[in-house]
């Protein structure tokens, strides 16, 4: 599991590094699916996140997303197990519900083999528990 600094550091490095490929820029891939969220946060960390992501061209939305998917994860994985295993079945489903017309997808992971259909979350807590196994 990462830690919210390790994270920090990569998504700093990678903001370099992207500011070092600006001539050259990578193909763009959207991705199939976002939703937007608001919140609030004291003006002082704000203000930071507007600082970071203006010195690379960046919104704050671009620099707190991988934040968030970390988080999420994190909170997930605190679950009790029961808990774990409910809500993946539920979350996956949801979003599998909600994706786009037209998409095809194979997902395999620990908790198998899918076909157009999420499995995000599932596999997450197979690994988790895998791991805790051994």
Sequence with gaps: MKSLNQLASKIIDDLYIEEAMRNNPPEEVTPYHKR??????????????????????????????PALELYAEQLFLSLSDSDRDSLSVEVDSVITENLPEGIEMRVVNGAGSFENECAEWRGLNASFKSFNKE
């Excluded at 960390?45 to 960046?58: C, L, P």
């Design 36 to 65: 937007k969220i608001s919140l609030t946060a004291p003006i002082t960390t704000v203000s930071m996140f507007d600082a970071i992501a203006a010195r690379f061209g960046k919104t704050r939305i671009e620099l707190l997303e």
